[in-house]
């Protein structure tokens, strides 16, 4: 059984930093994409960070470049997103997704930032930042 599961959410003050964990299990890593997406109460899910396993290419949404750093180890089966410099405004449930869809680097490159492209989600670890 294909399963994610996430770890590390929490309560902090903002600018303080948090590491999310997606324990993978039931596929091979390594043949597989994986983005950590964000969702408030009523709204769509969005995209926060994606990694290619295969080549650790990375995407990150610009809001979050150069302070969420996402990482993969591929031993342990897991996929990180370090999260510093926190905003109140990044309070949501996080989740992790998995994409094993075998796309080109040039294909991957157009669609990581939609939920559609992924067929695993887990479910979910609540990130709350006080202001």
């Known amino acids: 059984e294909v399963q994610l599961v996430e770890s590390g959410g929490g309560l902090v003050q903002a600018g303080a930093s948090l590491r999310l964990s997606c324990a993978i299990s039931?596929?091979?890593?390594?043949?597989?994409?994986i983005g950590w997406f964000r969702q408030a109460p009523g709204k769509e899910r969005l995209v926060v960070s994606d990694?290619?396993?295969?080549?650790?290419?990375?995407y990150y949404i610009d809001s979050v470049k150069g302070r969420f750093t996402i990482s993969s180890d591929k031993g342990a089966n897991r996929v990180y997103l370090q999260m510093d410099s926190l905003r109140a405004d990044e309070t949501d449930v996080y989740y992790c997704?998995?994409?094993?869809?075998?796309?080109?680097?040039?294909?991957?490159?157009?669609?990581?930032?939609?939920?559609?492209?992924?067929?695993?989600w887990g479910q979910g670890t609540q990130v709350t930042v006080s202001s």
């Open positions: 990694i290619n396993i295969s080549d650790n290419t990375t």
């Open positions: 039931g596929f091979t890593v390594d043949n597989y994409a």
């Open positions: 997704a998995g994409d094993s869809g075998g796309l080109s680097f040039d294909q991957r490159s157009l669609v990581w930032k939609y939920a559609a492209s992924y067929d695993t």
